[in-house]
């Protein structure tokens, strides 16, 4: 029997030479267990990775075991990089399932004033209807907690005795898929709570997240490794949590975002919800803080609805800048007794709702389809539409990415598209409606030849864009100095884009460098120029020589597959350019993610001797900033000093970290000989007792605060 496509194709060859059978055998068992090795690696990269398994769990499965028990035969030809020796197993390909103790709701939704308003009511008709809490008036009615809505995975933790044991998502609500290796590789997930604690048992719930910024590294290198991208951060965020290879998972940089409790077990306590610990959705966040889980910090409390309605409408404003999505926002009520009395209908609470924005999505006509030119070469089809309001804001430009993205969409002029715009991205188009295609609409034919200069375009080996790889092409020079003015550059704003297409047109500006010696009174010499604007150009540029920081110079040169977060490696690691221009490609891999493809595009970089010229030249004017010291202060009572915080203290135990931190001490994470100073709070524990033992010096909060003083 034959499958297509799969293993079992493959069939040995027949070795010609007479060797002795025992032997004969031994070398085929080798050759197939190399064989499985690196077969089981493919599969686990299309099935994790790729998303696109070619055979079945059972054959995979069928052939893991092959594997072992060959490894079992010759144990001197297990490798570390070998399937079968990840950590604990997680190459399987399923996720274990386990019932939640307490089922995870979702939520209801409104998208307007007059449904948010039309919620309150109906809440408040049950309440008066069911309460028999005596405590409770119907004004309980009017505070709500008021949180974004993270667009994420939700996910619970569950910690036991102050340790984390397991680690779930959702999944329809009754039973979640067991997620615990990957949390565990979370950085801002705690391992263990502490020892002090009033719960033996509690269950975290809340969004496991991938910011933005780490959602397009991510991306980039995916395209790098020739691997699939992800849409949006959320299924990147979906992928990386189902990632079974925890390395992997670790490298790819979660969050976790903590917005409520599951079951809460406390001896002695009647309830299940930690409602003696937290009486308000407010105080629970400030618990759920305390204990070491990050919050998101635009929560808010709202005592009318006309609050409710100014927070969802900045966090609509505010959506773009925060660091990671959210596509809306969620009220909960905030006395937490007064939930239970509101209690849950079959689908979800009714003491939280989440009021969804506003579509980003809209259709519009494509007018035309134009190429253009990066500062890199790249060639990059842009649909010009029929401007459009999306949220707000007017549309009338897209990416259509590259040639074969515009192929995939069949998108032709004329047509009729969907468009979504998500944050500060360029827009782009998701999808054709092609009963609405004129009839005669055309393919789009991509140039064979660069729209600016003319020369012919090529495409690397592997590469889905097209080139132009002409260095004299004024397109690529254009936007390279674009970039360099930009917020991800200098940020020198008196510098006009318009202004550097002029300059470079002309040939009065060839590079970065050149921008420098421009002066008031060539600039004059543009019709539109005035006075003010061209001092403004060449003040601007004087500030950037004095402001600029080694991270924002290293960002705006430019380099191939160097972006802020790269920058930022780079500039905590070397003094300034030139130490950076002659560090070997040994020593920058050797720095936080950074592969052998970003030091070879470092060193290409600086190895350019145009390069070099500029650079030499931009010293001469002035622009070669320095590492940045971090500034620790010497000359307080804590200043070189180890501390650590235990026990419940007056404010969120961060706070206090915050302040020693501030005040020059470093932290510990447990008490030990090293350690200075040890603040205790209420109901402290096995630290403050450890701490005795060792006679480290003891503080109370007010002594700690008094010493900051000092
Ligand atoms: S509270 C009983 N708070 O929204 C309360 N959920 O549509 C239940 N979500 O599966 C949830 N941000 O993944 C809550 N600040 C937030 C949230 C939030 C996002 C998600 C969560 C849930 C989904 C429900």
């Given at each position: 029997?034959?499958?297509?496509?799969?293993?079992?194709?493959?069939?040995?060859?027949?070795?010609?030479?007479?060797?002795?059978?025992?032997?004969?055998?031994?070398?085929?068992?080798?050759?197939?267990?190399?064989?499985?090795?690196?077969?089981?690696?493919?599969?686990?990269?299309?099935?994790?990775?790729?998303?696109?398994?070619?055979?079945?769990?059972?054959?995979?499965?069928?052939?893991?075991?092959?594997?072992?028990?060959?490894?079992?035969?010759?144990?001197?030809?297990?490798?570390?990089?070998?399937?079968?020796?990840?950590?604990?197993?997680?190459?399987?390909?399923?996720?274990?399932?386990?019932?939640?103790?307490?089922?995870?709701?979702?939520?209801?939704?409104?998208?307007?004033?007059?449904?948010?308003?039309?919620?309150?009511?109906?809440?408040?008709?049950?309440?008066?209807?069911?309460?028999?809490?005596?405590?409770?008036?119907?004004?309980?009615?009017?505070?709500?907690?008021?949180?974004?809505?993270?667009?994420?995975?939700?996910?619970?933790?569950?910690?036991?005795?102050?340790?984390?044991?397991?680690?779930?998502?959702?999944?329809?609500?009754?039973?979640?898929?067991?997620?615990?290796?990957?949390?565990?590789?979370?950085?801002?997930?705690?391992?263990?709570?502490?020892?002090?604690?009033?719960?033996?048992?509690?269950?975290?719930?809340?969004?496991?997240?991938?910011?933005?910024?780490?959602?397009?590294?991510?991306?980039?290198k995916q395209i790098l490794l020739k691997q699939k991208t992800f849409a949006n951060p959320?299924?990147?965020?979906?992928?990386?949590?189902?990632?079974?290879?925890?390395?992997?998972?670790?490298?790819?940089?979660?969050?976790?975002?903590?917005?409520?409790?599951?079951?809460?077990?406390?001896?002695?306590?009647?309830?299940?919800s930690g409602l003696t610990l937290w009486k308000t959705q407010q105080e629970l966040m400030?618990?759920?803080?305390?204990?070491?889980?990050?919050?998101?910090?635009?929560?808010?409390?709202?005592?009318?609805?006309?609050?409710?309605?100014?927070?969802?409408?900045?966090?609509?404003?505010?959506?773009?800048?925060?660091?990671?999505?959210?596509?809306?926002?969620?009220?909960?009520?905030?006395?937490?007794?007064?939930?239970?009395?509101?209690?849950?209908?079959?689908?979800?609470?009714?003491?939280?709702?989440?009021?969804?924005?506003?579509?980003?999505?809209?259709?519009?006509?494509?007018?035309?389809?134009?190429?253009?030119?990066?500062?890199?070469?790249?060639?990059?089809?842009?649909?010009?539409?029929?401007?459009?309001?999306?949220?707000?804001?007017?549309?009338?430009?897209?990416?259509?990415?590259?040639?074969?993205?515009?192929?995939?969409?069949?998108?032709?002029?004329?047509?009729?598209?969907?468009?979504?715009?998500?944050?500060?991205?360029?827009?782009?188009?998701?999808?054709?409606?092609?009963?609405?295609?004129?009839?005669?609409?055309?393919?789009?034919?991509?140039?064979?030849?660069?729209?600016v200069c003319h020369s012919k375009v090529v495409r690397c080996k592997g590469e889905v864009?097209?080139?132009?790889?002409?260095?004299?092409?004024?397109?690529?020079?254009?936007?390279?100095?674009?970039?360099?003015?930009?917020?991800?550059?200098?940020?020198?704003?008196?510098?006009?884009?318009?202004?550097?297409?002029?300059?470079?047109?002309?040939?009065?500006?060839?590079?970065?460098?050149?921008?420098?010696?421009?002066?008031?009174?060539?600039?004059?010499?543009?019709?539109?120029?005035?006075?003010?604007?061209?001092?403004?150009?060449?003040?601007?540029?004087?500030?950037?020589?004095?402001?600029?920081?080694?991270?924002?110079?290293?960002?705006?040169?430019?380099?191939?597959?160097?972006?802020?977060?790269?920058?930022?490696?780079?500039?905590?690691?070397?003094?300034?350019?030139?130490?950076?221009?002659?560090?070997?490609?040994?020593?920058?891999?050797?720095?936080?993610?950074?592969?052998?493809?970003?030091?070879?595009?470092?060193?290409?970089?600086?190895?350019?001797?145009?390069?070099?010229?500029?650079?030499?030249?931009?010293?001469?004017?002035?622009?070669?900033?320095?590492?940045?010291?971090?500034?620790?202060?010497?000359?307080?009572?804590?200043?070189?000093?180890?501390?650590?915080?235990?026990?419940?203290?007056?404010?969120?135990?961060?706070?206090?970290?915050?302040?020693?931190?501030?005040?020059?001490?470093?932290?510990?994470?447990?008490?030990?000989?090293?350690?200075?100073?040890?603040?205790?709070?209420?109901?402290?524990?096995?630290?403050?007792?450890?701490?005795?033992?060792?006679?480290?010096?003891?503080?109370?909060?007010?002594?700690?605060?008094?010493?900051?003083?000092?």
């Open positions: 029997m034959k499958k297509q496509g799969s293993l079992f194709d493959i069939e040995y060859t027949e070795k010609k030479t007479e060797q002795p059978p025992e032997l004969a055998q031994e070398e085929k068992d080798k050759d197939r267990l190399e064989f499985l090795k690196s077969e089981l690696k493919r599969h686990n990269r299309l099935y994790h990775t790729l998303d696109n398994p070619e055979i079945s769990d059972q054959e995979y499965d069928m052939l893991y075991k092959e594997l072992v028990s060959l490894e079992e035969k010759y144990p001197e030809l297990v490798t570390k990089d070998s399937p079968t020796q990840k950590i604990g197993g997680e190459v399987l390909p399923f996720l274990e399932k386990a019932k939640h103790r307490q089922r995870m709701y979702g939520l209801d939704n409104v998208f307007s004033q007059a449904e948010y308003e039309d919620f309150i009511q109906k809440g408040k008709n049950y309440f008066a209807k069911e309460n028999t809490q005596k405590e409770l008036s119907l004004a309980t009615m009017d505070t709500w907690w008021a949180d974004p809505k993270l667009d994420g995975l939700a996910a619970e933790i569950i910690y036991e005795n102050g340790e984390l044991v397991q680690a779930l998502t959702r999944g329809d609500g009754e039973e979640g898929e067991v997620i615990t290796s990957a949390v565990k590789t979370i950085r801002n997930v705690p391992q263990h709570l502490g020892h002090d604690l009033p719960f033996t048992r509690i269950e975290i719930r809340g969004e496991v997240l991938m910011l933005k910024r780490d959602f397009e590294a991510l991306n980039q959320r299924n990147a965020a979906a992928g990386t949590l189902r990632q079974l290879d925890t390395r992997i998972t670790a490298e790819r940089k979660l969050i976790f975002l903590a917005y409520n409790v599951g079951q809460v077990l406390i001896p002695g306590a009647g309830d299940e400030q618990g759920l803080s305390s204990l070491g889980f990050a919050i998101s910090k635009e929560s808010l409390l709202c005592h009318t609805s006309g609050d409710a309605f100014s927070f969802c409408e900045k966090m609509e404003v505010l959506r773009d800048s925060l660091p990671y999505e959210l596509d809306g926002v969620v009220y909960k009520l905030n006395n937490r007794l007064a939930q239970q009395v509101l209690d849950f209908t079959a689908r979800s609470p009714r003491f939280a709702i989440a009021w969804k924005f506003s579509s980003r999505k809209a259709e519009t006509v494509l007018k035309a389809i134009t190429v253009q030119v990066g500062r890199t070469g790249v060639l990059t089809p842009v649909a010009e539409l029929e401007p459009v309001s999306i949220g707000g804001v007017v549309v009338s430009r897209a990416t259509l990415h590259n040639e074969e993205e515009l192929r995939n969409l069949d998108v032709r002029v004329g047509d009729t598209v969907l468009v979504q715009r998500a944050g500060d991205v360029i827009p782009d188009i998701l999808s054709v409606n092609l009963d609405k295609r004129p009839v005669g609409a055309e393919e789009f034919i991509f140039p064979t030849e660069c729209p864009a097209w080139r132009c790889v002409n260095i004299d092409c004024s397109a690529q020079k254009i936007q390279g100095i674009i970039h360099f003015v930009s917020k991800a550059g200098l940020d020198i704003s008196g510098v006009g884009e318009k202004w550097i297409e002029k300059l470079v047109e002309i040939g009065r500006v060839q590079n970065i460098a050149d921008l420098f010696t421009v002066t008031v009174k060539e600039l004059l010499a543009f019709e539109g120029m005035g006075d003010i604007s061209a001092q403004k150009f060449v003040d601007s540029l004087t500030e950037a020589k004095e402001n600029a920081t080694l991270v924002r110079f290293i960002s705006s040169l430019g380099i191939r597959l160097v972006g802020e977060q790269t920058a930022k490696t780079l500039a905590g690691a070397f003094e300034n350019i030139d130490e950076l221009a002659h560090a070997t490609e040994d020593k920058l891999t050797l720095l936080q993610d950074i592969g052998p493809e970003v030091a070879n595009s470092i060193k290409q970089y600086f190895a350019s001797k145009e390069k070099q010229e500029i650079l030499a030249r931009l010293k001469e004017y002035g622009l070669n900033p320095q590492r940045e010291e971090k500034i620790i202060p010497v000359d307080t009572a804590l200043s070189g000093k180890t501390i650590l915080f235990t026990g419940t203290l007056s404010k969120p135990r961060q706070e206090f970290e915050k302040m020693a931190e501030e005040s020059g001490a470093r932290l510990l994470s447990a008490v030990s000989k090293n350690l200075d100073y040890l603040v205790v709070g209420e109901k402290a524990g096995s630290k403050l007792e450890k701490a005795q033992k060792l006679g480290v010096q003891t503080l109370t909060e007010q002594e700690f605060l008094a010493l900051l003083k000092k």
